[in-house]
């Protein structure tokens, strides 16, 4: 139900700064005004937003589609608490996935970013804890076990950040991914046996 909510409010929210400039100016992630003039709310509202109907479409169905998973496995294992630690995980990868980019460009004026990528990648990684073999399916056609894909997806984004051949923040997709699969097992720390059980019988 969070899952389905948070779609319905970005959604909106990207709509909405599709046709507002001011709007996309005013929640932009801009780390020079977040660090110069304090707005640091815009660590929260850039994950509201999207530059594309592209961009928006494909982080959402991601979202829905392993959200809706990770939601159920949070309340399995933390009972009514699990919501409360849904929201914290979303939020949470949204701001922790951009602080090294903050970092980096707290002095830069011409910088800014936007998207939930950072968030999405944290919940992927939630469900990769839960479900490290359960295969994840490449343009809908391939499947890949979660965890070599995982791997896959770390190595490429570290590799991306450093070149810095385009204009996608891959740091924010390598940090949310960490920050996603080490929340989890620090809210319960029997679930890395659980992880690694899984991995050894695999192997």
Known sequence: MVTIIIVIVTCIVSFGAFNSTRLMNRWIFDPY?????????????SGLLHGSWIHLIIN????????????EYYQEI?????????????IG?????DLPTYKKHQNDVIYKGLGASGAVS??????????????????????VPGIILGILYLVYSAQMSKRSADNINHDAHFYGAVFGFLFTIAMRPS???????ALIAWI
């Open 93 to 97: 990868g949204i701001v922790i996935s």
């Open 60 to 71: 959402m169905l991601v979202l829905y589609s392993f959200g809706t998973a990770v939601e």
């Open 78 to 90: 933390f009972g009514t608490k699990g919501v409360l630690y849904f929201i914290i995980l979303y």
């Open 33 to 45: 005004s977040i660090h110069h003039r304090k707005e640091y709310y815009r660590f929260i509202t």
């Open 122 to 143: 944290a919940v992927i990684f939630t469900s990769i804890v839960f479900q490290p073999l359960a295969k994840i399916y490449i343009w809908g056609v391939i499947g």
């Open 191 to 197: 679930l890395l046996l659980h992880f690694i059980n």
